[in-house]
Protein backbone atom coordinates (compact mmCIF):
# COMPACT_ATOMS: atom_id res chain seq x y z
CA UNK A 1 0.00 0.00 0.00
CA UNK A 2 1.30 3.60 -0.88
CA UNK A 3 2.17 6.35 1.88
CA UNK A 4 0.03 8.84 -0.08
CA UNK A 5 -2.29 8.18 -2.68
CA UNK A 6 -3.59 10.72 -5.30
CA UNK A 7 -6.13 10.04 -8.54
CA UNK A 8 -3.13 10.44 -11.42
CA UNK A 9 -6.23 11.74 -13.62
CA UNK A 10 -5.85 14.02 -15.75
CA UNK A 11 -8.75 16.12 -13.90
CA UNK A 12 -10.37 18.43 -16.57
CA UNK A 13 -12.69 21.38 -15.76
CA UNK A 14 -13.90 24.12 -17.49
CA UNK A 15 -12.75 27.74 -16.40
CA UNK A 16 -14.60 29.28 -13.64
CA UNK A 17 -15.61 25.81 -12.04
CA UNK A 18 -14.50 24.22 -8.80
CA UNK A 19 -11.63 21.96 -8.94
CA UNK A 20 -11.69 19.22 -6.44
CA UNK A 21 -8.14 17.04 -5.73
CA UNK A 22 -7.75 14.64 -2.73
CA UNK A 23 -5.28 12.64 -1.21
CA UNK A 24 -5.41 9.74 1.19
CA UNK A 25 -2.53 8.59 3.10
CA UNK A 26 -1.66 5.46 5.20
CA UNK A 27 0.14 7.21 8.64
CA UNK A 28 -2.75 7.51 11.31
CA UNK A 29 0.74 10.00 13.15
CA UNK A 30 0.86 11.92 10.36
CA UNK A 31 0.77 15.53 11.92
CA UNK A 32 1.39 18.00 8.88
CA UNK A 33 0.06 18.25 5.86
CA UNK A 34 1.27 20.08 2.43
CA UNK A 35 0.02 21.15 -0.95
CA UNK A 36 2.07 21.77 -3.81
CA UNK A 37 1.68 22.88 -7.73
CA UNK A 38 4.27 22.23 -10.44
CA UNK A 39 4.14 23.16 -13.53
CA UNK A 40 5.64 21.07 -16.54
CA UNK A 41 9.82 21.29 -15.78
CA UNK A 42 9.61 23.27 -13.05
CA UNK A 43 9.68 22.19 -9.40
CA UNK A 44 7.16 22.41 -6.69
CA UNK A 45 5.53 25.53 -5.55
CA UNK A 46 3.91 25.22 -1.65
CA UNK A 47 0.47 26.69 -2.20
CA UNK A 48 -1.55 25.24 1.41
CA UNK A 49 -0.57 23.77 4.41
CA UNK A 50 -2.54 22.36 7.21
CA UNK A 51 -1.55 20.86 10.23
CA UNK A 52 -5.73 20.09 12.28
CA UNK A 53 -8.93 19.06 10.95
CA UNK A 54 -11.51 21.13 9.05
CA UNK A 55 -11.03 23.95 6.22
CA UNK A 56 -7.84 26.07 5.79
CA UNK A 57 -8.54 29.12 2.97
CA UNK A 58 -6.17 30.87 1.51
CA UNK A 59 -7.83 32.86 -1.65
CA UNK A 60 -8.83 30.45 -4.11
CA UNK A 61 -7.49 28.04 -2.85
CA UNK A 62 -9.19 25.97 0.51
CA UNK A 63 -7.44 22.61 1.82
CA UNK A 64 -9.31 20.42 4.02
CA UNK A 65 -8.14 18.16 6.66
CA UNK A 66 -10.39 14.99 7.92
CA UNK A 67 -7.39 13.12 10.08
CA UNK A 68 -10.37 10.29 10.82
CA UNK A 69 -10.58 9.30 7.88
CA UNK A 70 -7.24 9.98 6.55
CA UNK A 71 -7.96 12.11 4.14
CA UNK A 72 -6.30 15.60 2.35
CA UNK A 73 -8.04 17.27 -0.13
CA UNK A 74 -7.58 21.01 -1.86
CA UNK A 75 -10.57 22.88 -3.88
CA UNK A 76 -9.87 25.65 -5.82
CA UNK A 77 -12.45 28.11 -6.77
CA UNK A 78 -12.85 30.41 -10.11
CA UNK A 79 -10.48 27.69 -12.20
CA UNK A 80 -8.20 29.49 -14.62
CA UNK A 81 -6.20 28.29 -16.88
CA UNK A 82 -3.37 28.78 -15.46
CA UNK A 83 -3.96 26.50 -12.79
CA UNK A 84 -2.91 23.72 -15.00
CA UNK A 85 -0.43 22.01 -13.50
CA UNK A 86 0.39 18.80 -11.39
CA UNK A 87 -0.61 19.05 -7.75
CA UNK A 88 1.24 17.25 -5.31
CA UNK A 89 -0.32 16.12 -1.69
CA UNK A 90 2.61 15.70 0.78
CA UNK A 91 2.46 14.01 4.16
CA UNK A 92 4.80 14.26 7.24
CA UNK A 93 4.87 12.18 9.94
CA UNK A 94 6.95 10.11 12.63
CA UNK A 95 8.31 6.97 11.55
CA UNK A 96 7.68 3.58 13.12
CA UNK A 97 10.89 3.29 14.91
CA UNK A 98 9.87 6.54 16.52
CA UNK A 99 12.38 8.72 13.93
CA UNK A 100 11.41 11.50 12.45
CA UNK A 101 10.77 11.30 8.92
CA UNK A 102 10.65 13.75 5.65
CA UNK A 103 7.95 14.73 3.77
CA UNK A 104 6.48 11.98 1.41
CA UNK A 105 4.80 12.88 -1.63
CA UNK A 106 1.91 11.72 -3.48
CA UNK A 107 2.40 10.59 -7.34
CA UNK A 108 0.12 13.87 -8.31
CA UNK A 109 -3.02 14.85 -10.16
CA UNK A 110 -2.72 16.72 -13.51
CA UNK A 111 -5.10 19.18 -13.61
CA UNK A 112 -6.49 20.63 -16.51
CA UNK A 113 -8.51 23.69 -16.94
CA UNK A 114 -10.35 24.29 -20.12
CA UNK A 115 -10.62 27.85 -21.14
CA UNK B 1 13.91 35.97 3.06
CA UNK B 2 15.64 32.97 2.24
CA UNK B 3 16.43 31.55 -0.84
CA UNK B 4 17.88 28.24 -2.40
CA UNK B 5 20.20 28.13 -5.38
CA UNK B 6 20.62 24.63 -7.69
CA UNK B 7 22.63 24.23 -10.60
CA UNK B 8 23.60 23.18 -13.09
CA UNK B 9 19.59 23.42 -14.75
CA UNK B 10 20.50 20.97 -17.15
CA UNK B 11 23.33 18.25 -17.58
CA UNK B 12 23.83 15.64 -19.90
CA UNK B 13 26.78 13.35 -18.58
CA UNK B 14 27.68 9.71 -20.49
CA UNK B 15 27.23 6.30 -18.40
CA UNK B 16 30.20 5.66 -15.86
CA UNK B 17 31.07 9.43 -15.65
CA UNK B 18 31.09 11.30 -11.89
CA UNK B 19 28.76 13.61 -11.05
CA UNK B 20 28.67 16.90 -8.46
CA UNK B 21 25.34 18.53 -7.88
CA UNK B 22 25.43 21.59 -5.54
CA UNK B 23 22.55 23.39 -3.77
CA UNK B 24 23.00 26.37 -1.31
CA UNK B 25 20.86 28.18 1.10
CA UNK B 26 20.86 31.47 1.93
CA UNK B 27 19.06 33.52 5.05
CA UNK B 28 18.59 30.84 7.09
CA UNK B 29 21.19 29.19 9.88
CA UNK B 30 21.03 25.08 10.38
CA UNK B 31 17.95 24.48 8.04
CA UNK B 32 17.08 20.63 7.13
CA UNK B 33 18.36 19.69 3.78
CA UNK B 34 17.09 17.20 1.23
CA UNK B 35 17.45 15.95 -2.18
CA UNK B 36 14.50 14.48 -3.81
CA UNK B 37 14.59 12.90 -7.13
CA UNK B 38 11.53 12.71 -9.78
CA UNK B 39 11.63 10.05 -12.36
CA UNK B 40 9.70 11.36 -15.73
CA UNK B 41 5.63 10.76 -14.72
CA UNK B 42 6.64 9.55 -11.48
CA UNK B 43 6.45 11.18 -8.26
CA UNK B 44 9.07 12.65 -5.10
CA UNK B 45 11.48 9.80 -4.26
CA UNK B 46 13.60 11.00 -1.10
CA UNK B 47 17.48 10.20 -1.52
CA UNK B 48 18.78 12.22 1.25
CA UNK B 49 18.76 14.40 4.43
CA UNK B 50 20.84 16.05 6.55
CA UNK B 51 20.34 18.08 10.04
CA UNK B 52 23.35 19.24 9.84
CA UNK B 53 26.87 19.38 9.15
CA UNK B 54 28.52 15.96 8.19
CA UNK B 55 25.05 14.48 9.17
CA UNK B 56 23.76 12.32 6.28
CA UNK B 57 20.80 10.10 5.96
CA UNK B 58 20.07 7.34 3.30
CA UNK B 59 16.26 6.57 2.20
CA UNK B 60 17.10 4.47 -0.47
CA UNK B 61 20.58 2.31 -0.98
CA UNK B 62 21.51 3.23 -4.96
CA UNK B 63 24.87 4.45 -6.64
CA UNK B 64 24.47 8.08 -5.30
CA UNK B 65 26.04 9.79 -1.96
CA UNK B 66 25.30 12.97 -0.19
CA UNK B 67 27.61 15.35 1.55
CA UNK B 68 27.48 18.69 3.83
CA UNK B 69 30.32 20.02 3.95
CA UNK B 70 28.86 23.63 5.67
CA UNK B 71 25.78 24.97 7.10
CA UNK B 72 23.85 25.85 4.23
CA UNK B 73 25.86 23.98 1.57
CA UNK B 74 24.70 20.54 0.34
CA UNK B 75 26.17 17.98 -2.58
CA UNK B 76 25.12 14.88 -4.62
CA UNK B 77 27.58 12.99 -5.74
CA UNK B 78 28.14 9.63 -8.08
CA UNK B 79 31.44 8.45 -8.75
CA UNK B 80 29.58 6.35 -11.75
CA UNK B 81 26.68 7.01 -13.09
CA UNK B 82 23.98 4.88 -14.51
CA UNK B 83 21.39 5.25 -17.08
CA UNK B 84 18.85 4.53 -14.63
CA UNK B 85 19.98 7.97 -12.45
CA UNK B 86 18.88 9.99 -15.08
CA UNK B 87 15.42 12.24 -13.44
CA UNK B 88 14.83 15.39 -12.29
CA UNK B 89 17.11 16.42 -8.84
CA UNK B 90 15.85 18.63 -6.55
CA UNK B 91 17.49 19.98 -3.46
CA UNK B 92 14.87 21.55 -0.42
CA UNK B 93 14.90 23.00 3.00
CA UNK B 94 13.13 23.47 6.00
CA UNK B 95 13.98 25.17 9.29
CA UNK B 96 12.98 21.52 11.06
CA UNK B 97 10.38 18.61 11.48
CA UNK B 98 6.89 19.20 10.04
CA UNK B 99 7.67 22.42 8.60
CA UNK B 100 7.09 23.57 4.92
CA UNK B 101 9.25 22.44 2.59
CA UNK B 102 10.89 24.38 -0.47
CA UNK B 103 12.35 23.31 -3.43
CA UNK B 104 15.46 24.68 -5.51
CA UNK B 105 14.87 25.18 -9.27
CA UNK B 106 15.96 21.45 -10.11
CA UNK B 107 18.77 20.06 -12.25
CA UNK B 108 17.29 18.07 -14.83
CA UNK B 109 19.80 15.11 -15.79
CA UNK B 110 20.35 13.07 -18.77
CA UNK B 111 22.45 9.57 -18.86
CA UNK B 112 23.02 8.82 -21.93
Known amino acids: QKEVEQNSGPLSVPEGAIASLNCTYSDRGSQSFFWYRQYSGKSPELIMSIYSNGDKEDGRFTAQLNKASQYVSLLIRDSQPSDSATYLCAVNSWGVSGGRRALTFGSGTRLQVQP | SQTIHQWPATLVQPVGSPLSLECTVEGTSNPNLYWYRQAAGRGLQLLFYSVGIGQISSEVPQNLSASRPQDRQFILSSKKLLLSDSGFYLC???????????FGSGTQLSVL
Open chain 2, 92 to 102: AWTAGWGEKLF
